[in-house]
């Protein structure tokens, strides 16, 4: 069944604007792990949450999680026209075995 | 150096034939992964193999089956094809003796069945 539920399922936004990409899952997780896929290409590792951190910044990118409320968010700021892509966010379940079970994905749109 | 790579990039094919998909990292990796992206673009991990061995396997059909020669390399085996078999194919690898960290993705193999 899946786990990672994304929200919005598109976004359109203007080049300088943030972008906030929020993410639910069900079960207990070891980890939370964001994606961008650009199109035609493979998926590339944004950025990992542990299951005992809250917040975590790498660059422009802002993620955040909530494990009583079983939520992530992608907070993208000043975005550019090259962050134009599919976002996903793929949960790492407790005693899994690296398996990563990704959700539906948000495509964002920077329009310049 | 591309770290994790995939061919064929393009695969169209008719109904009923068998084919293959490659599959390398050269990151020295112990687990390798194939996940399926259907067109609403949703991925869906099929198999993994950690040092040559199956340890998650998806209920996807008999049909496929996923050989590894060594652990740089887990090619998928398709076996008649059917339509419904068309989509994306992904190939992963992650982190020796981490579990539950970053995956590094190949390219894909757009795989078309008519």
């Known amino acids: 069944s899946q786990q990672g539920e994304e929200d919005p399922q598109a976004l359109s936004i203007q080049e300088g604007e943030n972008a906030t990409m929020n993410c639910s899952y069900k079960t207990s997780i070891n980890n939370l792990q964001w994606y961008r896929q650009n199109s035609g290409r493979g998926l590339v590792h944004l950025i990992l949450?542990?299951?005992?951190?809250r917040e975590k910044h790498s660059g422009r990118l802002r993620v955040t999680l909530d494990t009583s409320k079983k939520s992530s968010s992608l907070l993208i700021t000043a975005s550019r026209a090259a962050d134009t892509a599919s976002y996903f966010c793929?949960?790492?379940?407790?005693?899994?075995?690296?398996?990563?079970?990704f959700g539906k994905g948000t495509k964002l749109s920077v329009k310049p | 150096d591309t770290a994790v790579s995939q061919t064929p990039k393009y695969l169209v094919t008719q109904m009923g034939n068998d084919k293959s998909i490659k599959c390398e990292q050269n990151l020295g990796h112990d687990t390798m992964y194939w996940y399926k992206q259907d067109s609403k673009k949703f991925l869906k991990i099929m198999f993994s193999?950690?040092?040559?061995?199956?340890?998650i396997n998806e209920t996807v059909p008999n049909r496929f089956s996923p050989k590894s020669p060594d652990k740089a390399h887990l090619n998928l085996h398709i076996n008649s094809l059917e339509l419904g078999d068309s989509a994306v194919y992904f190939c992963?690898?992650?982190?020796?003796?981490?579990?539950?960290?970053?995956?590094?993705f190949g390219q894909g193999t757009r795989l078309t069945v008519v």
């Open positions: 992963a690898s992650s982190r020796p003796g981490q579990m539950n960290t970053e995956a590094f």
């Open positions: 949450i542990r299951s005992n951190e």
């Open positions: 793929a949960t790492a379940l407790e005693g899994s075995q690296g398996n990563l079970i």
């Open positions: 193999y950690n040092n040559k061995e199956l340890i």
